[in-house]
């Protein structure tokens, strides 16, 4: 059995409350390691190694941090099969999905930020008629907390942390206790990167438990937390009396748009994928399809036909489509809202059972499900599920979808899929949502904002907003008459 420990002052550490959690391989529901469940004093520990490395880490010059985080990211494509094979066994994805996704994009984080750091600017403003000129310096935080989910593990861990390393902050940093493995595993990656100790800490637990005395902490400046919506909400609570910084990345139900006027092959492979990439645990699924009435009968038996195609299997299996729920508990709550779903005004078209998988019969394997509903106002439209279901709904106009996509607490993306530049431009103005993709689907540029609305968020990541959010802006202003 692998023991994870904490990651704290450089050296691998175990928690002092020697209170162990169990971590389940969810392809075969089997305990493969335990996990420290840290707590308030393991957290201090950790901010203290961070406070004292801040000093030299903050003058640290941008060309070297931004060595130090490129070796990172280099060191982690030379140890790809590993992460991608950990990655996979630890949150039950294909393997070919952590292969060709997770951990690439999870280098190329590291790689963005060693390199937007050094292009990160500050501004002045002249007035000539006072004499004057204003300059604004950007200061890094000091110690700042990352928290991030078990749906994309060390594709979101390294997302958070390496904007705040490279703006010169010190990380105390807790990774799902869902999914830790891989952010065990990178703590090795950034010693031999030369990354001094006491930069990052790393410490597992519960939310409740450690996650909590991240957040309650009265020294670390700023927050960043990816989840639940709900967790969010209790984060705020907790930190907005202490004056933190947030960046809360919450929930989504986000709306797929098609119009009959699309690419209509297009449209149909990527609207498979972007409904059950990841067993459909990522929050930006488009988990709610809007289809115009001219061709809505086409597109349900279109779809049905290729979802009916997707393979469920072993996540070590190349051929796999769709790999294992991340754990029982989930598996438990997604099935749970299939069962609830209101018979008359919700259909099961396809899917919807567990499934049993050779090899891995106690593993947390359900079908990709299909469900057609006749009003956007049940559960199964308004509450965020996410896993492998989808709602299929007609809509007779522009006006209509455009209300509906609308009608829900959360505002994360959405996607339009039109060959009308009129109405593209106007479903992109007026869709309430961080983020709008137009005939495409999860096409990301690093340097854009990425985020949500309303129950969906507060702050933007990616680009030079991350960079603003890690740091503190300080105005002077110089009288030279």
């Not at 292009?119 to 928290?147: A, M, W």
């Not at 929930?251 to 149909?268: E, Q, S």
């Not at 869709?431 to 702050?459: H, Y």
């Amino acid at each position: 059995m692998i023991s994870i420990k904490n990651f704290i002052n450089g050296s691998y550490c175990e928690s002092l409350t020697k209170d162990w959690l169990e971590v389940i391989n969810p392809s075969n529901g089997e305990i493969y390691a335990k996990l420290p469940n840290s707590n308030t004093q393991d957290v201090h520990e950790a901010y203290l190694a961070a406070e004292k490395a801040f000093h030299s880490w903050s003058k640290t010059s941008v060309d070297q941090r931004s060595v130090i985080l490129a070796k990172i990211a280099e060191l982690i494509e030379d140890q790809m099969e590993i992460l991608a094979s950990a990655e996979s066994m630890d949150n039950g994805k294909p393997i070919s999905l952590a292969r060709a996704v997770d951990i690439p994009r999870a280098a190329y984080n590291f790689k963005f930020f060693s390199q937007a750091v050094t292009q990160f600017y500050s501004e002045s403003h002249e007035q000539i008629s006072d004499k004057t000129i204003n300059y604004t310096l950007r200061q890094p935080l000091g110690v700042v907390g990352c928290i991030s989910p078990w749906n994309l593990p060390l594709y979101l861990f390294t997302w958070k942390i390496a904007p705040a390393l490279a703006a010169g902050n010190c990380v105390v940093a807790k990774p799902s206790e869902v999914t830790p493995y891989t952010a065990f595993l990178l703590a090795d990656i950034c010693n031999k990167a030369g990354l001094p100790k006491g930069v990052l800490n790393i410490v597992h637990g519960l939310g409740k438990s450690t996650g909590q005395a991240i957040v309650e902490h009265p020294e670390i400046k700023a927050i960043s937390f990816t989840g639940g919506s709900e967790t969010g909400a209790h984060i705020a609570k907790t930190a907005a009396p202490m004056f933190k910084k947030l960046s809360l990345e919450l929930g989504g139900k986000n709306p797929n748009i098609i119009f009959a006027d699309c690419d209509y092959d297009k449209m149909l492979t990527t609207t498979v994928k972007s409904s059950f990439a990841n067993q459909g645990q990522i929050c930006l699924c488009g988990s709610r399809i809007f289809v115009e009435a001219d061709i809505y009968e086409k597109f349900k038996k279109d779809f049905i036909k290729k979802v009916s195609q997707l393979k469920i299997g072993l996540p070590s299996e190349k051929e796999t489509d769709i790999g294992a729920m991340v754990s029982k508990a989930h598996l438990d709550k997604v099935l749970g809202y299939i069962a609830a779903a209101n018979k008359s005004e919700a259909t099961v078209l396809c899917g919807g059972q567990k499934v049993s998988i050779k090899n891995g019969e106690k593993g947390f394997y359900l079908e990709p499900t299909v469900i057609e509903v006749s009003s956007n106002n049940c559960l199964l439209n308004q509450e965020e599920i996410f896993g492998p279901v989808v709602t299929l709904m007609p809509f007779k106009n522009a006006t209509e979808v455009l209300e509906i996509a609308n009608d829900v607490k959360y505002g994360l993306s959405a996607t339009v899929w039109t060959n009308n530049l009129k109405r593209s431009m106007y479903f992109s103005e007026h869709l309430e949502a961080g983020m709008i993709w137009i005939n495409t689907w999860m096409q990301r540029d690093l340097r854009t904002p990425f985020g949500g609305q309303k129950a969906s968020g507060i702050g933007r990541e990616g680009g030079f907003e991350v960079l603003r959010f890690f740091t503190e802006a300080k105005n002077i202003c110089i009288n030279y008459e």
